[in-house]
């Protein structure tokens, strides 16, 4: 079964704008991922955010956690055409069960 | 350096067939997972080795499904009597240690079409 669900599912922008994904789940969690998935390819980390902090960044990349609402986003700032891909949410509930529950995904197109 | 390897890229089967799907981890990396996405979804959790054993079986969907890492390195999953609900891209992943803080490291998949 899939925990989290992104929001939107598809989203569409162009070069230079911001581009923001949303992400809810259901149960506690230990840490929520956000990996990036292009066309035909395996997953890439992105970004790691621990239940106990409230906002990363890396590089273009940020990210904001709710434990309060169960929720995630990660925003892209000033995406570039190579941004395009899907992007996923994934959570680790622990307590011994290590594999992640991924959402859905949103799909992320850069307009050149 | 390398990174997480996976063969075949492609498996084409018949529906009530064998296959085997094998996964190289990045050398040094004791946990390594098993994934399936199917088309439109994210990937859906299946097992989790840590060294030899598997230490969460809980997403294999039912017992035609097994997977084995006998010498704590290389892992192969393996599907008896194929369905062609079982028609999915298996991903394979791994890293250093285990534990949720860990990142993992994914293969390009296998992707598996049962006719």
């Known amino acids: 079964s899939q925990q989290g669900e992104e929001d939107p599912q598809a989203l569409s922008i162009q070069e230079g704008e911001n581009a923001t994904m949303n992400c809810s789940y259901k149960t506690s969690i230990n840490n929520l991922q956000w990996y990036r998935q292009n066309s035909g390819r395996g997953l890439v980390h992105l970004i790691l955010?621990?239940?106990?902090?409230r906002e990363k960044h890396s590089g273009r990349l940020r990210v904001t956690l709710d434990t309060s609402k169960k929720s995630s986003s990660l925003l892209i700032t000033a995406s570039r055409a190579a941004d395009t891909a899907s992007y996923f949410c994934a959570t680790d509930v622990g307590g011994g069960a290590d594999g992640l529950t991924f959402g859905k995904g949103t799909h992320l197109i850069i307009q050149p | 350096g390398a990174g997480v390897s996976q063969t075949p890229s492609n498996k084409v089967t018949e529906k009530g067939k064998y296959v085997e799907l094998r996964c190289d981890p990045i050398s040094g990396h004791t946990a390594l997972y098993w994934y399936r996405q199917s088309l439109g979804q994210g990937p859906e959790f299946l097992i989790y080795?840590?060294?030899?054993?598997?230490?969460?079986d809980s997403g294999l969907p039912n017992d035609r499904f097994f997977a084995v890492r006998p010498e704590g390195s290389v892992s192969t999953l393996k599907i008896q009597r194929t369905e062609r609900g079982d028609s999915a891209v298996y991903l394979c992943?791994?890293?250093?240690?285990?534990?949720?803080?860990?990142?993992?490291?994914f293969g390009p998949g296998t992707r598996l079409t049962v006719l």
């Open positions: 992943a791994s890293s250093l240690l285990a534990g949720g803080f860990n990142e993992q490291f």
């Open positions: 955010i621990r239940s106990n902090e």
């Open positions: 080795f840590q060294g030899t054993g598997a230490a969460d």
